[in-house]
């Protein structure tokens, strides 16, 4: 039996009938730009999410991209971030002119260590950017506090963590901005590109609405310099439909992680392996299922592979040294445990249509691998 990585197909299935008749009526009306749709999925995400106001746009990305701009961050400034994340997370940074500052992170939860980012701050620094990492908010109270006593902004990287939830409040709220990813791998996928702003600010809202659209709210009159970046009627359809199951979805994302752990434990793998920590604060909605392995990881993920088990390895070279970094010249050393953690990380099989079979081989196949290298 093989245990794919991700099988979106599974989820597909079960949705199918109700997105073929949403794209029928967009198909009929023809209105895939900024079309009602959209609207409506707005609403309902600002329902969701318990915030104000949420503003489509064309990726996580651009999202945070954006954000950033609307802000007025730009050459000069410096934002304070993790460098264990994706590279677009940095890159939104890059992409206003402004230089990303990283700082290590905390080797539990993989998130930015809030204990070591007031060093970082001087007179240029304008923001902090914490990355709920793998679907576990950052420690949000003390980055609050930080980010209040020096005046500075809070945009979070919530593109791995939809539905998290950190005291009462959902992931994405607590900053000035928000950014989310709907990407088809997270937990609230697209069939394609997609993502979200949310704010309580109503001036950055009204912005940003004309920021996705050139400026414009009405056709062909410019009121400020924006640029293209609309979240697809289309992909509203699909993601209005997918929103209605999300806490289910995630609810087993978590079930998931409990029978991990619990099997774990039951076969004494403790020794070789570390499963995730879960934060007192925040729930871990498992976008990602991410164990340490303390020894011999790379063997064991070849040995996975070999046993058409899918796993990946996020993110083996933390962002300072990738090459695309350069020019910010740091160097091996500079943030330790982030690069420890990246030899470490393995993440397992995990969707919310993942059977326990399925999980049980996984686990049975890691038990393998360890009882065959200590013969
Ligand atoms: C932490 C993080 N930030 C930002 C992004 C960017 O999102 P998108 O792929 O929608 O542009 C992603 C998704 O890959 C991500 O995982």
Redesign the pocket.
């Known amino acids: 039996m093989k245990v794919p990585f991700l099988d979106l197909s599974r989820q597909y299935r079960y949705i199918k009938n109700n997105i073929f008749m949403g794209f029928e009526g967009i198909f009929e009306k023809q209105n895939f730009i900024l079309g009602k749709e959209l609207n409506d999925f707005e609403v309902k995400m600002t329902e969701y999410l318990d915030v104000p106001y949420a503003i489509g746009v064309a990726?996580?990305?651009?999202a945070?991209w954006l954000s950033f701009e609307i802000l007025g961050i730009g050459p000069g400034d410096e934002v304070i971030t993790t460098p264990f994340?994706?590279a677009?997370?940095a890159i939104a940074i890059y992409r206003t002119g402004a230089t990303p500052i990283f700082v290590d992170i905390d080797e539990r939860t993989f998130n930015i260590n809030p204990g070591a980012i007031e060093k970082k701050i001087n007179s240029n620094t304008k923001a902090i950017m914490p990355?709920h990492?793998y679907g576990q908010a950052a420690d949000m109270n003390f980055i609050m506090k930080i980010a209040k006593q020096h005046d500075l902004f809070i945009i979070e990287?919530a593109?791995?963590a939809f539905g998290t939830e950190y005291g009462s409040e959902k992931v994405g709220t607590l900053g000035i901005l928000g950014?989310f990813?709907?990407?088809p791998t997270?937990s609230l996928g697209a069939y394609g590109?997609?993502?979200m702003i949310v704010t309580k600010n109503e001036k950055y809202y009204n912005e940003m609405l004309k920021m996705r659209n050139h400026g414009e709210l009405n056709n062909n009159y410019s009121e400020s310099i924006g640029v293209n970046s609309r979240l697809d009627t289309l992909q509203a359809v699909v993601l209005m439909e997918k929103l209605k199951y999300i806490d289910n979805w995630n609810g087993l994302r978590m079930e998931h992680a409990k029978l991990y752990n619990e099997l774990f434990h039951k076969k004494g793998l403790d020794e070789y392996i570390e499963i995730p920590y879960e934060s007192e604060m925040s729930t871990h909605i498992y976008n990602l299922y991410t164990i340490k392995v303390k020894e011999k990881r790379d063997l064991l993920y070849n040995f996975l592979y070999k046993k058409e088990i899918g796993t990946k390895i996020y993110y083996k070279t933390p962002l300072h040294l990738q090459k695309g970094f350069n020019s910010l010249n740091y160097k091996e050393g500079d943030f330790p445990i982030a690069e420890k953690i990246g030899n470490e990380v393995l993440s397992l099989p995990i969707f919310p249509e993942l059977r326990e079979d399925e999980i049980e081989l996984v686990v049975k196949t890691i038990e393998d691998f360890y009882k065959e290298v200590k013969e």
């Open positions: 990726s996580g990305s651009d945070l994340t994706h677009s997370t990355v990492l990287d593109c791995q950014a990813s709907f990407y997270k590109d997609a993502g």
